[in-house]
């Protein structure tokens, strides 16, 4: 089955704990990207990438990086967490940017105390 | 900066009666894209549409994309209750090659 697969979940976490968000896409995409959606802001971009070890800064991309080693993987890192960045994170990816449909993942409900 | 605006916000129905979002944008588009995200979901695709004036049905559901290409509509005929959820559209702007969201739609649809 196609899908995009983002772990955890859930997770609650303490102000500077690093921490990592998996995602993985078993569809060959190119395009890869991470958002954030909270209320009234809607999708933001954090960062997306074109093809492997090719990455670029979204709208909002301060207090996280990425890295795209493989082409299934795109990990959403989160070097010192700070409470601003608790909200909902969603992986997506398709075969291009843009022009194709993009896949989310499920999400991860990420709480920074 | 481009910017996608979504309005309403927020809209609450009665079951049966219709229900439409509007989607504009400061800049010229070079397609739209339009998803639905189910309460605990995530955004899931439900078409896009490319050419000026091109307008797309699924069902019960009209997607509209203006002359200009600078807007967008999704209407929704006798709304049942399993239409409620977020809806975004997404603009692809031509000069920088970026998807643009719109913040979103909620729908709450009374039985």
């Known amino acids: 089955e196609a899908q995009v697969t983002q772990n955890p979940r859930y997770l609650i976490t303490v102000t500077g704990k690093k921490l990592t968000v998996t995602c993985s896409q078993n569809?060959?995409?190119?395009?890869m990207s991470w958002y954030r959606q909270d209320p009234g802001l809607g999708l933001r971009q954090i960062y997306y990438s074109m093809n492997v070890e090719v990455t670029d800064k979204g709208d909002v991309p301060e207090g996280y990086k990425v890295s795209r080693k493989e082409k299934r993987n795109f990990p959403l890192i989160l070097e010192s967490p700070s409470p601003n960045q608790t909200s909902l994170y969603f992986c997506a990816s398709s075969s291009d940017r843009g022009y194709s449909p993009l896949h989310f993942g499920n999400g991860t409900r990420l709480t920074v105390t | 900066g481009q910017q996608v605006m979504q309005i309403p916000q927020y809209q609450h129905v009665q079951e049966g009666e219709d229900f439409t979002t509007y989607c504009n944008s400061s800049t010229t588009l070079s397609n739209i894209q339009w998803y639905k995200q189910r309460p605990g979901g995530h955004p899931v695709f439900l078409i896009q549409l490319v050419k000026s004036g091109e307008v797309k049905k699924q069902k019960r559901l009209t997607f509209q994309f203006g002359e200009a290409k600078k807007n967008s509509s999704l209407h929704i005929t006798a709304t049942q209750t399993t239409d409620v959820g977020t809806y975004f559209c997404?603009?692809?702007?031509?000069?920088?090659?970026?998807?643009?969201f719109g913040t979103g739609t909620l729908l709450a649809v009374q039985p």
């Open positions: 569809m060959n995409h190119e395009y």
């Open positions: 997404a603009g692809l702007t031509g000069a920088t090659n970026k998807l643009i």
